[in-house]
Every structure is written in structure tokens, then in C-alpha cells.
């Protein structure tokens, strides 16, 4: 590659951005499947471990095809570093536990994905790390969370399943006026629909088995920050800890960002749609979705979003019996508790992805016996919109 200064759109950057090419010069990224790296010489070796001559020293550390993606991905947050990880999960548990230690406080909202509010709620205690729960919609139960020990911020925006809204510049300026740090997991709303750096946290996580492969192929996951906050808090947990990222899965979610702009536009369009007609619907009691006007923090994701979410919530009527029929009933949409994916996929998360959660618990989050959440897919909007027709006429009789 050239080292001409790059002033990249996003669909230009996830096409060509990070691209490292090997003496072959081949077209598509290379798939660099190997777990070490050979020396010219032991002086070469000896220098490398220096850190006086750069290069690849093992997969654990870093990989060709792995800082592709790397590099592709903080050209389109605009974040100075990253580090990809083996899943979503070890990337939010990397970015936690490296932001703190014994004697810490987290503030975290309370509308989390279950693992994260394990990681939270039962893992980070048993480090003697405390952590709060909040209703994360109202910037007046942050600063009340707060104590003197309070050294991170954690949330979710949009939330899953309930597609609630944080405002990120609220929690990220209460965070810098204590010394603090916030930790966004961006998920949802796609790094193409909002940008949590910008809004001023300071480090952005995915699950990249999400929207950035896209493709229901492999699960990988990155954290996204400066580069001081890498060097010094991550790089060393990253090496001694292995959360890494397989070569393999770093060069499908190579391929799935270069088509990224164009899935989530479509499936984005899709959703709109599609949530307007479910509001209409006789049979469904409430649709809770970013695009539309009548989303309860309506004016933050006006402020903070570019785009209304590929996600969709919404209340049957009738509860659990009637949310089931409505997905027996489905063609098309197929019943699974993953999301972001080419295929529309429906869940009842209080009997699957909230399952572990008390009915309290899930009360506080809106998560009802009638909830369904709909990961809207790459499908015609009109084939869609019609089986969802045709399944809330089923599930009526
Ligand atoms: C899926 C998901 C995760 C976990 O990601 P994995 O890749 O499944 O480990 C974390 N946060 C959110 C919001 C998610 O949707």
C-alpha cells in the first residue's frame, strides 16, 4: 500500500483499508494461517524480541491477515488502535477487566446482553471488583451511582432486546469530569450508525459476529481506543491471556466489512418498513424501534444516531402463547437468537436470551411474555413483509 494520506468515506476504507499485500500481490487479502514466524538470523530473531525491528513474532500477539482486520476496522471508527478477539465476549471481558482492578466500581446500565451482565454482576465481585446497576435512559441514576472508587462506565446503546437509548455524551462527559472511562458496546447500532468515540467514550467494543460478518459464519469480536490505553492496559493482558482472533475468522470478517454499507443500509430500509407496518397491526401491542418517532428517546437518537437499527422489538398481544404462534407461523424469518445476520431472525427473549434473568429483572427491562425481537435480514422487504402478514393472520385463528 501506498502511504498516501487516506481521507476515506466508510465504504471506501471497508473495501481497501489495512489491505497488507504479500510479494504476490494478489486481489483479495491474504489468508495468513500460521502460528509463528521464521528469522533470517538469530540476530534477527534477537532484534525482533527487542522490539528493535518490526514484525510478527507468534499469532498470539499478532497476525498479518488479524491486523487487517485491525486496521480496517479503527479506518472506519476513526480510533487510533485495536485488538480483535476470538468473540464479543472475550472482547467486552478484555476491555473490562483491563480498565480496572480490586477495590474498583463499575457503574454499568442494567439493559445488557446476559453475558455482559454476568461479566458485571457475578465475575467482576469475585475480584473484589463492585459493580452498580442502573436505569441507563436517565443520566440522574449515573451521577447517583456514582462513589468515590467509580473508575468505568459500562452500556449498551441500543439496548437488547428493548432497543432503549443511552445518550453516550452524557455518561462519557459524567465519566471525564470524575476520571473515569467509558466503555460502549456498540453492537447494535452498528459502527456505521453511530460512533461512541466521537461522542466521547473512550473505548468502543463489538461482537463481530454481528453485523460485521453478517453472514451467520464465525463468531470474532474487537475493542477499539487510543493507542496509550492499548499500549498500556491491553497489549500485555491480550499476549499472556490468548483472547485472539483465528486467522481464518479475521479474514471472513475481512470480506463481511467490505459489504457492510450495503447490508446494513438494505436491512436498515427493511426495518423501517417493516416496523411501520407491525405498529399498525391490530394485534400488536407495542413496537419499539430506533427509526421511528414514536421510540421513547426519540430526540437522543436524533442526536447520536445516523440510522434507525436493523432491529426491531415488539409486544404481542396475548403474551407467551401468542408470541410463539406468531413464530411457528413464520416462513421466511426463521427462530434464532442470533441477529445482525443476511437471514431475519426472530427470538422470545424471555424464554431464550433473558431466560437466566429473574421475571423482576426482566420486568425493570420491559421484557414481557408477549416480547419478540426481530433481527431484520437481507431478504425482499416485500417477501418479508408478507410472511409477517400471513404468520400474524396464522397465529389470529
Ligand atoms: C452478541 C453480543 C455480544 C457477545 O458477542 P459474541 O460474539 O457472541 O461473544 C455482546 N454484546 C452484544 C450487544 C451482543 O449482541
Sequence with gaps: MSTKKRNWKPQTALVHGGTLRSGFGETSEAMY?????????????????????PGFIY????????????????????????RATASGMAAVT?????????????????????????????LAPRYGIEATLVDGTDIANW???????TKLFFLESPTNPTLE?????????????????????????????????????????????????????????????????IDENLHDYFRHTGPSLSP??????????ETLPLRVRQQTESAGRIADFLAEQPQIARVIYPGRADHPQ???????????????????????????????????VLISNNLGD???????????THKNLSDEARAELGIGPGTLRLSVGLEDADDLLEDIAQALQAARA
Excluded at 37 to 47: L, N
Excluded at 59 to 82: H, I, Q, W
Excluded at 342 to 352: D, E, F, G, M, V
Design 94 to 122: 478484555a476491555a473490562l477487566l483491563c480498565s480496572v482492578k480490586a477495590g474498583d466500581h463499575i457503574v454499568a446500565a442494567r439493559a445488557l446482553f446476559g453475558s455482559c451482565r454476568w461479566v458485571v454482576e457475578t
Design 59 to 82: 499469532s498470539r500477539y499478532a497476525n498479518p491477515t488479524v491486523d487487517m482486520f485491525e486496521k480496517r476496522m479503527c479506518a472506519l471508527e476513526g480510533a487510533e488502535d485495536a
Design 342 to 352: 443476511a437471514k431475519s431472525l426472530i427470538t422470545h427473549p424471555a424464554t431464550t
Design 298 to 332: 426519540a430526540d437522543i437518537v436524533k442526536k447520536q444516531m445516523s440510522g434507525g437499527s436493523t432491529l426491531i422489538c415488539l409486544d404481542v398481544k396475548g403474551g407467551k402463547p401468542a408470541a410463539f404462534a406468531l413464530q411457528n407461523a413464520l416462513d421466511i
Design 143 to 149: 451521577e447517583k451511582a456514582v462513589r468515590p472508587n
Design 165 to 229: 437509548v443511552v445518550d453516550i455524551a452524557a455518561v462519557a462527559s459524567l465519566a471525564n469530569s470524575i476520571g473515569a472511562r467509558l466503555v460502549v458496546d456498540n453492537v447494535f447500532a452498528t459502527p456505521l450508525q453511530q460512533k461512541p468515540l466521537q461522542l466521547g467514550a473512550h473505548i468502543v467494543v463489538y461482537s463481530a459476529t454481528k453485523h460485521i460478518d453478517g453472514q451467520g459464519r464465525c463468531l470474532g469480536g474487537v475493542i477499539l481506543s487510543d493507542k496509550k490505553w
Design 33 to 53: 494461517l500460521t502460528q509463528g514466524y521464521v528469522y533470517k538470523t538469530a540476530q534477527a530473531a534477537e532484534a525482533r524480541f527487542k522490539g528493535e525491528e
Design 248 to 257: 481464518f475468522n479475521a479474514w471472513t470478517l475481512l470480506k463481511g466489512l
